[in-house]
């Protein structure tokens, strides 16, 4: 239990920081709104939630690779079906995190640069 947890808490992370570049790109809720749902629907196609990824033509399967829903899926995957601990899923992990920072980043840069104009 305790490592679905931590993946989850990572997926949280990622989940969050794609919300945060959402609300700082937008400028209203309703700009925001049709967007965030239309991006976690397509994200979801890419990463294999509807369709698992091994069903997908060859080119998506390497698409796929860089979806970070793919990543936690696949990181659930282990330790339900692998009975993988931390260490085969750490690099899940890393990616989700690094997921997270490069949104949080790629926030507070537009942030910045739209407050100084």
């Known amino acids: 239990m305790f490592h679905l947890i931590i ?7 990622a989940a969050i920081g794609f919300g945060i570049l959402l609300g700082t790109v937008a400028d209203t809720q309703e700009q925001s709104a049709p967007f965030g749902a239309t991006s ?7 990463g294999g939630i509807w369709v698992p990824v091994f069903l ?6 390497s ?9 936690g899926l696949n990181a ?29 980043g790629i ?3 537009y942030e910045r640069k739209q407050n100084a104009v």
């Open 7 to 13: 993946v989850t808490i990572f997926a949280g992370l």
């Open 40 to 46: 976690v629907v397509v994200l979801a196609a890419i």
């Open 56 to 61: 997908m033509p060859e080119f998506m399967q």
């Open 63 to 71: 698409i796929a690779k860089f979806s970070p829903m793919n990543w």
């Open 76 to 104: 659930y995957y282990d330790i339900i079906l692998r009975n993988s601990g931390i260490g085969g899923i750490a690099k899940e992990l890393i990616f989700l995190f690094l997921f997270y920072l490069a949104m949080v």
């Open 107 to 109: 926030s507070l840069i």
